[in-house]
């Protein structure tokens, strides 16, 4: 039932726009796993916060209400997995699940408030004729310590995990931007020098340098094991001796690009896809079109340069990690 609503009626104009299959899936899991339990847990609240409404002073709960669910907006609307780890990705639907869960059930309990507050000339006279009057605030200020208590628990935990999840960012955005600095500065160097016709003893030692910075990267996010320190001194193969026979250099520079072409398990947008495509057609021909001039050659692999540093540009660590891993 709150599914249904979700869709049809608070996020129809959302799933209506043309989605990718990864942020149509990242929707539909929000909504299955976070909004629509949310939202079944602040009408279950809403309606147990009935009888401490009715029962104890509206005052007390008022102002044991408003700082929780300030606190509960301010953590939710400042928290942003922008930067977190792919890899934490069901983890941060986790931490942000219990957040949005004490806002939302904060805001339920509010508007519950906010009715009877309005309506006490409706109820008022009635309660106070009920009997068993201790019995039933006893027990109404059992339910309002439970609704409280759940409360604050889940922004307590909400605040731990994502404490957790910022100390594992540590470093990150230092160690991201002075890969992208020196990286794509190479790799857009490579696609010059390749494009200008400088020599080819020049354009094998940028080739050599810009893959060993990527693999380099690679290592430093977890990726290739031990399978990097080949790759690795295939690539120093370039950097030591530049001016090797060419067709050796060029069969080394090949093999460097489908080793990166396959640990590219991930591409998330069209322009992404788009590059990657373009890369696997200048493979096949640089394979198959054996007689191609060598300044033929080198503008097929500028453009390879290009397109991989408009991956990692895009997508940077998220491109060589599976969703389905």
């Known amino acids: 039932m709150f599914n249904r609503f979700l869709k049809k009626f608070v996020l129809q104009n959302f799933l209506n726009i043309e989605l990718s299959s990864f942020e149509k899936k990242t929707a539909l899991l929000s909504i299955e796993q976070k909004y629509s339990i949310a ?10 916060s009935i009888f401490p409404i009715l029962f104890l002073d509206v005052s007390v709960i008022i102002s044991v209400l408003i ?25 941060g639907l986790e931490l ?4 949005f ?21 409706l109820w008022k006279n009635y309660i106070e004729n009920i009997g068993h009057t201790v019995i039933w605030q006893t027990t109404s200020a ?17 605040s731990i995990k994502y404490d957790i999840n910022d100390a594992m960012l540590a470093g990150q955005n230092e160690a991201a931007e002075k890969f992208f600095r020196k990286s794509l500065s190479l790799l857009h160097s490579v696609a ?24 380099a990267y690679m290592k430093q996010i977890g990726i290739m094991n031990g399978k ?7 690539s120093n193969k370039l950097v030591k001796n530049p001016s090797m026979n060419q067709k050796i250099a060029d069969k080394i520079a090949l093999s460097l690009i489908k080793i990166f072409v396959s640990y ?13 495509e373009a890369i696997c057609d200048e493979l096949w021909c640089l394979e198959h079109n054996i007689n191609e001039e060598q300044e033929i050659i080198d503008t097929r692999l500028a453009i390879i340069f290009q397109e991989i540093a408009s991956l990692l540009e895009g997508q940077g660590e998220t491109l060589f990690i599976s969703n389905n891993t």
């Open 39 to 48: 939202f079944k847990k602040m009408v279950i609240f809403s309606l147990l």
């Open 264 to 276: 590219c398990k991930n591409s998330i947008d069209m322009d992404s896809k788009k590059s990657l």
């Open 101 to 121: 869960e004490s806002f939302s059930i904060s805001l339920g309990l509010l508007f519950t408030l906010s009715i009877f507050s309005l309506t006490t000339f």
């Open 67 to 91: 700082p929780i669910t300030m606190v509960a907006g301010t953590a939710w609307f400042s928290i942003s997995l922008a930067n977190m780890r792919q890899k934490f990705e069901n983890f």
């Open 142 to 158: 059992l339910i309002g310590i439970f609704i409280v208590g759940a409360i604050v628990y889940k922004i307590f935990i909400g």
């Open 228 to 234: 990097l320190a080949g790759f690795i001194e295939e």
């Open 96 to 99: 942000t699940k219990n957040l």
């Open 192 to 215: 010059d020098t390749l494009r200008s016709g400088k020599s080819l003893s020049v354009a094998n030692y940028y080739i050599g340098v810009a893959f060993f910075e990527i693999f």
